[in-house]
């Protein structure tokens, strides 16, 4: 129930989830017992006691220990040995990640690293919010580079002059619309650029 785990536990919340929030520190199970479904104080590095709590009867379990490998790694094993369909863990480093995956956690974030790499996208350029998918896809919010501006998507043939597509376009004061080929963008909107992320670098910095 560090910071990770407990942003995630509340959001789950928020989305009316039911959620059992694990940690062997009381101080913290109590602290977060009126925000939360459910909280225990216990041990889920002990499988016996993962087992009392009924573990296995949820559709997913995420390990959010993050000052522990041992402990991060025993507890996934933990839960992919009771048969919880789908597993997340934090790593901290690769050797981490791939030792959670070794042992069958479905699912390995890197919280950390990826909040860096975002941030370096937006500190460094025109993009207001950025995501990474695995395979150099990523999808990025971002102001219209100047190639864009008082012209229709026809016009400015994003895919055939930059290699990228563009999603949709919200208007100041308007709601977001998918981009149709005649969606005249301008300089004041915000789009939704999809596409390889070198060429999406290019476009944000050099269009």
């Given at each position: 129930m560090g910071r990770f785990g407990i942003a995630l536990a509340q959001?789950?919340?928020s989305q009316n989830k039911e959620v059992l929030a694990v940690d062997r520190h009381r101080g913290l199970v109590q602290k977060y017992a009126?925000?939360?479904?459910?909280?225990?104080?216990?041990?889920?590095?002990?499988?016996e006691a993962l087992r009392q709590l009924g573990a296995e009867e949820f559709d997913s379990a995420v390990v959010g220990v993050g000052t522990s490998i041992e402990?991060?790694?025993?507890i996934a094993a933990n839960?992919?040995?009771l048969g919880v369909t789908q597993v997340w863990a934090k790593a901290i480093n690769p050797t981490h990640g791939k030792i959670l995956t070794r042992i069958g956690c479905h699912h390995v974030i890197y919280p950390e690293h990826d909040a860096g790499v975002r941030a370096a996208h937006l500190v460094s350029g025109q993009m207001m919010d950025f995501i990474?998918?695995?395979d150099d896809f990523a999808i990025v919010k971002m102001r219209p580079p100047k190639a864009l501006q008082s012209k229709t998507i026809d016009e400015s043939?994003?895919?055939?002059?930059h290699g990228i597509n563009i999603v949709g376009v919200k208007s100041p004061g308007q709601e977001f619309v998918y981009a149709q080929p005649d969606t005249l963008i301008s300089p004041g909107d915000t789009i939704v650029v999809s596409g390889d992320v070198h060429k999406l670098e290019y476009f944000a910095d050099h269009a």
């Open positions: 959001q789950l919340v009126d925000s939360l479904t459910h909280t225990v104080e216990a041990d889920a590095t002990d499988i402990s991060s790694v025993l839960l992919v040995d990474k998918f695995d043939q994003p895919r055939k002059r």
